[in-house]
């Protein structure tokens, strides 16, 4: 069992910055692979990064390749997600989630992830 707990959301101007946090409980941490999903109102939860349980492989969604970076500390149980030059459509809630333990694949497909944080709201204004 793994709980996970969300923080660092906030409002920020465009091409700002932000760091997401995201701690985890419960034994195994280093042993899931973790995963950053968002959703807009009125829109579907989408896939924003991924990283393995060995942290040598990470994915992105393409609309946030190159100004997102997903990282994760296994001695603290904790993933980040830095955000950088924030855009008005990264508005949304943010999610953090687990999926393992030794995910053979590091996967986009929220269905296979298990544990899922309450979320963090992310305000980028114009």
């Known amino acids: 069992q793994v709980q996970l707990v969300e923080s660092g959301g906030g409002l920020v101007q465009a091409g700002g910055s932000l760091r997401l946090s995201c701690a985890a409980s419960?034994?195994?941490?280093?042993?899931?692979?973790m995963g950053w999903f968002r959703q807009a109102p009125g829109k579907e939860r989408e896939f924003v990064a991924a990283i393995g349980w060995s942290a040598g492989r990470t994915t992105y969604a393409d609309s946030v390749k190159g100004r997102f970076t997903i990282s994760r500390d296994n001695a603290k149980k904790t993933v980040f997600l830095q955000m950088n030059s924030l855009k008005p459509e990264d508005t949304a809630v943010y999610y953090c989630?687990?999926?393992?333990?030794?995910?053979?694949?590091?996967?986009?497909?929220?269905?296979?992830?298990?544990?899922w944080g309450l979320g963090t709201q992310v305000t980028v204004s114009s």
């Open positions: 989630a687990a999926n393992g333990p030794y995910a053979s694949r590091v996967v986009s497909d929220a269905t296979v992830y298990e544990y």
């Open positions: 419960g034994r195994a941490f280093s042993t899931y692979t």
